[in-house]
């Protein structure tokens, strides 16, 4: 981590516990590289047996940056972390795991502390809604302009619309985005049995001001607006970047959702997630909270950062088939808890991601699944 990146953490920690002294917000983060690090282990798992801001806010910023780390090296993504799959496994396949993974890092921690700053404007935050059906709509139409094969690509944005509309009743959306992009990534993978190369032990990961403010933006929408998941909020926000780009913009944008859920109590009067439900109760001033935040994006990005060479590089002592296996046993587990409905969607959507790759249609396009109904949602 460079002088830059160090001083931002030790900023962000400083300025963070002096708003809010709590230390328990460093072990909250230290529980969050657990769950970050298992695959379809959520925050949420513990959040009934747990209590106190401080805590509550360290664990799921910390899980924002770790889940990153098993969707790109083995194709087991939670919900937030889904499409950094597919920038994250080409990169993974390069030997560029650990760049992958850092350039979450570095944006989690840039946009993080910038969304935290922005708490001033959150007025003119509120006003954002009506651009939200403007920009997803022209999300879809990039999606489709840019497709090599348009028939099948309308075809996977159909199928894709019509799972994504009943998953949402039924809530079974992480089951869906389960099967889109981690199970069908890790049965077409066993089936080719591509060569995963070492992984390098050096990185080169930058991110840039725009990146940082494009997540920080996304991050805003995901955390305050109905209907509108990171992921979504990421590829309206930037839909046509590199792969290097996306992972930045995506790294930030999860980060700045775990942060945003919560302040999203104060500025429109109701939680946006799990960790927000848990805070709820308490009812923590402002300046808590983003002391909270901030103490827990400079030490989450730091850990995440000092322990990324040694867990990517252990990758390379693993078996990568046996360990595919055991994080396909991992997520139809997990999937299994929702019942027999869950099950039915993740294999719908398995199926759906298996045949998006056969015919060589990006898997990004399978986000039609959340995208088409948030644009219904605001319409009807």
Known sequence: MKGEEQALCIAAIAIGLTLAPDPSVILGCIVGVLTGLVPGLHPNTFLPFLSGTAFIIGLAVSHSFFDFLPAIMLGAPDEAASLSVLPGHKMLLRGKGLEAFRLTILG??????????????????????????????????????????????????????????????????????????????????????????????????????????????????????????PSVAAMAVCPRMRAREFLAVLGGTNTVYAVAAVLAIHVIGRPRSGAAIAVAAEYPPLLVIAGAS???????????????????????????RAASLVALAVVIGITALGGTQALVFLSVSTVIGLVCLAWGVRRSTCMASLLIPVLLYYFL
């Open 294 to 320: 901030l103490a827990a994006i400079g030490f989450s990005a730091w850990l995440a950062w000092e322990l990324s060479r040694p867990l990517v590089l252990a990758f390379n002592k693993v078996n990568h």
């Open 108 to 229: 989690g921690l840039f946009a993080g502390t910038a969304a935290v700053a922005l708490i001033p404007f959150l007025g003119f935050v509120k006003q954002i809604p009506a651009l939200v059906p403007l920009v997803l709509g022209f999300t879809l139409l990039t999606m489709l302009k840019t497709a090599g094969k348009k028939l099948p690509t309308l075809a996977i944005m159909a199928a894709a619309a019509i799972t994504g509309h009943y998953a949402l009743a039924a809530n079974a959306l992480p089951a869906m985005l389960a099967g889109f992009f981690g199970t069908s990534t890790i049965l077409f993978s066993l089936a080719k049995r591509p060569m995963i190369p070492p992984q390098l032990p050096h990185a080169d990961a930058r991110i840039t001001h725009r990146q940082a403010g494009l997540a920080a933006l996304a991050g805003w929408l995901a955390g305050l607006f109905p209907a509108v998941s």
